[in-house]
Structure formats: C-alpha cells, structure tokens
C-alpha cells in the first residue's frame, strides 16, 4: 500500500502525459486533409493506389486520412471495411508524411474540421448514377455513394455528401509537374480543409516514383507473428522458396486481354513502364503446370549451386484457387524438398510470409504478387517472375553467355 502511495504521483504524471500526446497528435491540422474511397479492386489494386495516394497527400502538404480496406466476402452485397492498422502499422508511415486513422479523424475531428453541412466528394467529371431517376442534366453530381463499395464505405463513418465538386483537368502525378501547387491554389486548405474522392486519387498501377513507398509499409504485429510462427513451427529448418501461383477462374478470364493490349494490371513491374524489356505475352499471365514445376526445379538447382551454404529445405504456396501441393510433392520429393500451404485461405497471411521467403517466384501481371516483390525489394530480398523472361529469350542470352 505505501508502495503504490509514494507510486500515485508517478502514474498520475505518466497517465497524463500519455493522455496529452494521445490528443495533441489529434490537433487540427492547418494544412487539411485528403481522404478517399479505395473503391476498385482487391488488395493489390488497393495497395497499389494506397501508395500513390500517400504521395499525393504529401505533395498537397495534407494529412492523409488512412482509409479502411475494402473486402469482399462470398454471398455478401455489401463490402466490409477493415481498419488500415488491422494489417500494417500506422507508426512507420508516419516517416514519411504525416497520417491518421479514418475512425480517429471521424472520431476527434471531424465534427470540428468537416461539418456534415460541409462534405463535399470530388470526381473527375460527372459520374452518372445507375439509377436513372437521380441522373439531373441540370446538377452533376459525384454520386458517390451510388453502388458497392460505395455506400458502405461513406456509411462505416456516417457520411453523407452534400454537394459535388468535379476536379478536371488536374490530375495526381505529383512528381512531373507543378501540379500540387495548381491543386493548392485551386483548393486551398482555409476553404477547403477535407478533399474527399470518390475513388482513389492514384494512378493504377503504382506510379515508378512511388513503389519505394512501400518501406513504410509495415506489417502489424499480428501478422508478423503469425508470419513467424508458421516459418518456425510447420516449415523444416533451412531456406525456403515462397511462390505465388494466381489461377483462379477470374484471372483465366483477365488473361485473355493479353492479346490486346501493351500492359495488364502490374505487368510494367518486369516488363517496364514502356515495355522497355519486352511486349506482353500469355505465359507471363498464365503459366502450365508443367512450366511451373521446371522453373520450380532450375530455381532451386540455381541456388543449391550458388548458395551451398543455404539449402532450400521446402517451398511455400499462396493461391486463390489451385495451390498444385499433389503435383509439387510429387515432383520436389526427389530433392528432398516438402510443399506447404496454409491450413485456411487468409490472403493477408500468405502475403506477408511470402515476403519473408528466401527466394520468391511471382505473377508478373499480378498486383497481389507485385505487393510482394516491392516489399522484397526494399529488403534487398531476391524475386523471380514465371515465365520471365521468356523461355525463347532465356535460352538466348544463356547462349550468349557461355559463348
Ligand atoms: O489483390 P488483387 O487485386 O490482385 O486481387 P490481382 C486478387 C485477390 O485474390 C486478392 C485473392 O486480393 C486475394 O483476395 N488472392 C490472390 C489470393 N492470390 C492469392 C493468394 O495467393 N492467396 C490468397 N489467400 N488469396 C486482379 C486485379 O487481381 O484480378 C484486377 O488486379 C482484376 O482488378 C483481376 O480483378 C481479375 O492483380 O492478382
């Protein structure tokens, strides 16, 4: 008892202190705020505007209001929104610019900063309704909240817009042009202290610019436990090859805009931004299982010879459908090696456990994949592509080389 007497003063002083740093991180920021709907995609589309929104706040000197992720689950209509901090930490953003969570801005401030008479959504241009009766020739409108995962995602927080404001013809690309400073002066933060998009304002894929932001990306405690402790407790001891096998029927479907096009999704990732290391082709989509297991076998030969040291000991699956642990054991046992998968589909788990793989084989047009490989690459950790590069090309400059 005279222990926690001559203690009360102490804890008192440490209580408020704690109290006083919790609220003056929530004082207002002069300089406004930049939130948005992460409203295309899944978790790769989102990661990939995620970055280049974070690079847009910062060039509009605005705190970015952190949004939740949207989710889709079987049978729902309605997305679910997931707390940003559920699955990355909000502190090592903070490195880089300055960031809130949406329900602590929603919470403390926006009563004070954004008024419900005041909540504007910015668009582009016009977005019509699909709902022909709200469609008024006379009063565009952002419709913002017209559709999944539009309306749930305002709704998480209780917002309503009141007006529309169409943002044409400035654009995101912070890092060519004066464009922040048109931004500023177009809107600045005394009159406009919330810029609120209706989706994303970011380029989709990730601008090159901004794939180094992912450093600041880093995984909750949750998951790099559970990261951990499923490397040490169900892999073998020894090195590990991580690999990313996309083949679920909507990506046979996505593969099919191959023939068509320069870029797919995250193919600038290995074949560069103007395609400076090669066009498109359907085997960089979608791969054989055949070919799979080949590169699977050259890959851990490779290292077997130039890392005698660091034995690949197993290989670790993440799908979203057909994760080929049959045909993998069959054709790895040989070489000693097992094929893991987790127990239960958790797209976020195996993420981050292929980031922390020895050896990395991914989808070169998959944005989930690309998550990996930018996270991998600001740890110096290597990353390898399927059927990259092409099988043709490899074969050639290997001749090449031994010549
Ligand atoms: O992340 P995402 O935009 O990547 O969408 P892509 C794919 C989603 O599928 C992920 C699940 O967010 C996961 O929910 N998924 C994919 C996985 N791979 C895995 C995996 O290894 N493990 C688990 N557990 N789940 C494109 C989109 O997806 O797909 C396009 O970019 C379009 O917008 C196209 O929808 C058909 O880039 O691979």
Same mark, same amino acid.
């Given at each position: 008892m005279q222990w926690l007497k001559l203690k009360l003063p102490f804890i008192y002083l440490i209580c408020t202190a704690t109290w006083a740093t919790a609220w003056a991180n929530l004082e207002r920021d002069p300089n406004g705020y930049l939130t948005y709907c992460p409203c295309m995609g899944r978790f790769g589309n989102q990661a990939d505007h995620f970055l280049g929104s974070l690079a847009f706040a910062k060039g509009l000197n605005r705190t970015l209001i952190l949004p939740p992720w949207v989710e889709y689950r079987k049978g729902e209509m309605r997305s679910r929104q997931v707390p940003f901090n559920t699955y990355f930490d909000v502190e090592p953003l903070k490195d880089y610019h300055r960031v809130i969570l949406m329900s602590d801005f929603m919470w403390h401030l926006a009563d004070d900063v954004w008024p419900e008479s005041e909540r504007v959504s910015f668009c582009y241009m016009e977005r019509k309704s699909l709902q022909q009766e709200k469609n008024d020739p006379d009063q565009p409108n952002c419709h913002a909240k017209d559709g999944n995962p539009f309306g749930p995602f305002w709704d998480t927080y209780n917002i309503d817009f009141v007006k529309s404001e169409f943002y044409g013809p400035l654009h995101f690309d912070v890092h060519h042009s004066t464009m922040a400073t048109k931004w500023q002066s177009k809107y600045p933060a005394e009159s406009w202290p919330v810029l609120a998009f209706t989706g994303a304002p970011a380029s989709f894929p990730v601008q090159l610019e901004n794939r180094e932001l992912q450093k600041h990306m880093q995984w909750s405690a949750k998951y790099r436990d559970a990261a951990r402790d499923f490397i040490r407790k169900v892999l073998p001891r020894g090195a590990f090859v991580g690999i990313h096998l996309r083949n679920g029927i909507d990506w046979v479907r996505a593969c099919e805009h191959v023939k068509d096009s320069q870029h797919l999704f995250a193919s600038p990732q290995c074949l560069g931004y103007k395609?400076? /290391?090669g066009a498109l082709y359907p085997e960089l989509c979608m791969q054989t299982k055949e070919s !799979?297991? /080949? $590169?699977? *076998? @050259? %890959? !851990? *030969?490779?290292? @077997? $010879? %130039? $890392?005698?040291?660091?034995? !690949? *000991? =197993?290989?670790?699956?993440? =799908?979203?459908a057909n994760h080929m642990i049959g045909e993998l054991n069959v054709a790895l046992s040989r070489m000693g090696i097992s094929v893991h998968r987790l127990p239960e589909d958790d797209p976020y788990l195996d993420l981050a456990i292929l980031g922390q793989s020895n050896h990395f084989i991914g989808n070169c047009i998959s944005s989930y994949s690309a998550f990996v490989k930018r996270e991998r690459d600001s740890h110096g950790f290597p990353s390898y592509f399927w059927s990259f590069p092409k099988e043709k090309d490899r074969q050639q400059s290997k001749a090449h080389e031994e010549l």
């Open positions: 395609n400076e /290391r !799979i297991v /080949r $590169q699977l *076998k @050259r %890959t !851990i *030969k490779n290292v @077997r $010879q %130039t $890392q005698p040291n660091n034995e !690949i *000991k =197993s290989v670790f699956v993440a =799908s979203d």
